[in-house]
């Protein structure tokens, strides 16, 4: 699937890429540094957005190795429609303050396929209480 970049300001050398082929995301890069203190949370604009096909959601999940100094990122959707500069909320649920240095892989974006469910409040359809063999032989 190819998805187009919007370009916010992204440089050339940190768009999101893939150091191997077959990896689940595409590493995504800090544009400047930043301090977060323990407890702080961290809007980073990446400077870039995306064009998704319908049915597909991008998100940016940490990098095993921020995780395990305490760096998350948060994971709200960004839907197909979304047309704005994407973001990595990255939140620091260490005790201790952590330096994200600019340049440096600050997430991975990935893209996957979402259900678009219609939200009915009938189906239509009667269905019983009944466990283990209540519908019969």
Same mark, same amino acid.
């Given at each position: 699937?190819?998805?187009? =970049?919007?370009? !916010?300001?992204? =440089?050339?050398?940190?768009?999101? $890429?893939?150091?191997?082929?077959?990896?689940?995301?595409?590493? +995504?890069?800090? @544009?400047?540094?930043? &301090?977060?203190? %323990? *407890?702080?949370?961290?809007?980073? %604009?990446?400077?870039?957005? =995306?064009?998704?096909? /319908? *049915?597909?959601?991008?998100?940016? !999940?940490?990098?095993? #190795?921020?995780?395990?100094?305490?760096?998350?990122?948060?994971? %709200?959707?960004? /839907? #197909?429609?979304?047309?704005?500069?994407?973001?990595?909320?990255?939140?620091? +649920?260490?005790?201790?303050?952590?330096?994200?240095?600019?340049? #440096?892989?600050?997430?991975?974006?990935? &893209?996957? @396929?979402?259900?678009?469910?219609? !939200? $009915?409040? /009938?189906?239509?359809? /009667?269905?019983?209480?009944?466990? !283990? *063999? #209540?519908? *019969?032989?």
């Amino acid at each position: 699937m190819k998805v187009k =970049l919007i370009d !916010f300001g992204v =440089l050339e050398d940190q768009r999101p $890429v893939r150091i191997h082929g077959n990896d689940a995301g595409a590493d +995504v890069y800090m @544009p400047y540094d930043c &301090i977060l203190q %323990p *407890g702080e949370v961290a809007k980073i %604009p990446l400077g870039f957005g =995306l064009e998704l096909p /319908d *049915g597909c959601a991008g998100y940016v !999940f940490p990098r095993s #190795s921020m995780a395990a100094k305490g760096l998350t990122c948060e994971l %709200p959707p960004v /839907d #197909s429609g979304y047309r704005g500069e994407i973001h990595a909320i990255i939140s620091n +649920v260490s005790n201790r303050t952590q330096k994200l240095v600019k340049g #440096s892989r600050v997430g991975q974006l990935v &893209i996957m @396929p979402v259900v678009i469910a219609d !939200f $009915v409040s /009938d189906l239509g359809e /009667d269905r019983g209480k009944g466990a !283990f *063999g #209540s519908t *019969g032989k």
